[in-house]
């Protein structure tokens, strides 16, 4: 063999090239992930100014507009900066190895996808800086509010474009990917179900990124083009615009917790070591929530105004997600039911999913009762609610995932009593920061604000205390990461004595490129 | 001494299951675009048009690439290169004698390795759909029957 053949292979291009170059899974994974990590630290450290701001009563810390800026940043960044990227590069290095394909389907378009968002983040975040500062409007964008937005307007909407298109290419290609390259034999009732949740999710992503895309076109063109799609001036309607964000918001939820009940799905029978309970009633139950998610839009809106039929439509319709999502904890709890488990840092990221994200799905229904939403709306306790959901849900799935699938990406396993004692500051602290926000919201502190009255103020501090504290933890999760990345690859290719799929046939860490020859499911 | 070989992309499409899926996309996609038309908000049509046309152009593109087969027949003589799709849509022979193998690492493409078949001044790439390891293997195979794996 000659030098030349010696030297093909990809991992000789050195430096940032070889990153932004680069169409292998495995390594475009792992961007997204890092990508999505600063991205957490990026968003945090703006939840942290909120927190400071509300540590006390009174004006300490910022302006009442750049807190507006902060609690509108911090939603944008952490939704499609962190938590999607998050998925997504889950997605990049597992659904090929978890399919027995040797890439992504569209390798070039991957990395088109990737190094798009840098180039949205860098505009979106730039706006902070820009004269009139960036966008307060809230995450929502709601007109007329959206367009007293400065210099800064244009590009947002740009920036919001620019991610769009990244997150419909990554679908896209996910899609193209489990549709096109599964191993032979590899049915659709026999693909991993984190493979089916985040197909499900591609969908509706794929399905709502357009109707988010138009909405803010409209506002674009409101602002500088002289039409009226909002403004009732001219004949619009400011609420019709509402309708068609929540239309994308709503399944934009299910987006950021589908490929989450994959991830449990997947860790809590390997620490069980028992199969998933009820493998179909997952899949169809995942359907059922994408299905569902279409048509409960309207729930962020009883009390903006709509007839008494629609207040009810969409009531019940939101009450009946509990039935699906019932099913998953249900056979969650089934499949942990007599398992010989052990609680290893992912097994305890995954449990504490299962109870805290629950509590979440609880306040959830206690939103969904329409003349209840009318005391709730607007409070503390939909602050709680959600990051009950999207904190406790997706974010310890996503850390459940890193600690599981760590160990199979670097080669080394991470420190189980570092891993621990990040799970268990993390769970306190994560509780601390929320749970005193639902008292806050039922005794009225509305959200959105930086001051308040002082009869809010000790549950607040209680709260920037646990704010605080789990911000420090994940500092302790940045370390674990960094040790497992340099360390000496001591890691079998089977980590985990309970896992089963078809990544952990290939050795620790993973090769750049796995399953050349596909491999037979029987 | 003959030999075959029969190189294709490790993977196989499930065209149907595709067209399934983009049928269901379809439907919802179209659905909620021409309800928001009628609402006024026509915005979101070519939005929406624009996306159904990507996904439908990736999931067919993907497929057809796993059709690709490229046939090398290998006998005493002559050393002969048939590409296609679904048919045999090219086909080249060469003298065997003249013949090699060569691997070329292209640090500045997207492909990191593209194998060629060189004959005299005539070159041709094959096995493009490869990734480089696969073709780094194939390229240590066809150097025991045809010929040294150059530069």
Known sequence: MTDAVAHADHEERKGFMRWFTTTNHKEIGSMYLLWSLLMFFAGGTMALVIRAELFMPGMQLVDPYFYNQMTTMHALVMIFGAVMPAFTGLANWMIPMQVGAPDMALPRMNNWSFWLMPFGFAILLSTLFMPGGGPAGGWTMYPPLMLQTGMAFPFVIFAIHVLGISSIMGSINIVATILNMRAPGMTLMKMPIFVWTWLVTAYLMIAVMPVLAGAVTMLLTDQYFGTTFFSAAGGGDPVLYQHIFWFFGHPEVYIMILPAFGIISTILPAFSRKPLFGYSSMVYATASIAFLSFIVWAHHMFTVGMPLAGELFFMYATMLIAVPTGVKVFNWVATMWRGAMTFETPMLFSLAFVFLFTIGGFSGLMLSIAPADFQYHDTYFVVAHFHYVLVTGAVFAILAAAYYWLPKWTGTMYSEKLGQIHFWLSTIFVNVLFFPQHFLGLAGMPRRIPDYSVQFADWNMISSIGGFGFGIAQLLFLYIVWRSIRGTNDADARVWEGARGLEWEVPSPAPAHTFSTPPRVD | ?151
């Open chain 2, 1 to 151: 001494m003959n030999k075959t070989y029969v190189i294709s992309p490790s993977f196989q499409s499930d065209w149907r299951l595709s067209i399934r899926f983009l049928a269901l996309l379809g439907i919802v996609l179209f659905s909620i675009s021409l309800y928001f038309f009628q609402l006024g908000l026509w915005l979101i049509v070519p939005f929406a048009g624009a996306e159904f046309l990507l996904v439908a152009a990736s999931l067919w593109y993907s497929a057809e690439k796993s059709f690709e087969k490229n046939v090398l027949h290998i006998d005493r003589t002559t050393v002969t290169l048939e590409k296609g799709r679904k048919t045999k849509s090219s086909s080249i022979s060469f003298e065997k004698i003249w013949c090699e193998v060569i691997l070329e690492n292209v640090p500045r493409r997207w492909k990191h390795t593209r194998l060629f078949l060189r004959c005299k001044s005539d070159k041709v790439e094959f096995a493009e759909f490869l990734d480089a390891d696969e073709q780094k293997s194939l390229a240590r195979e066809l150097k025991q029957t045809i010929g040294p794996v150059g530069v």
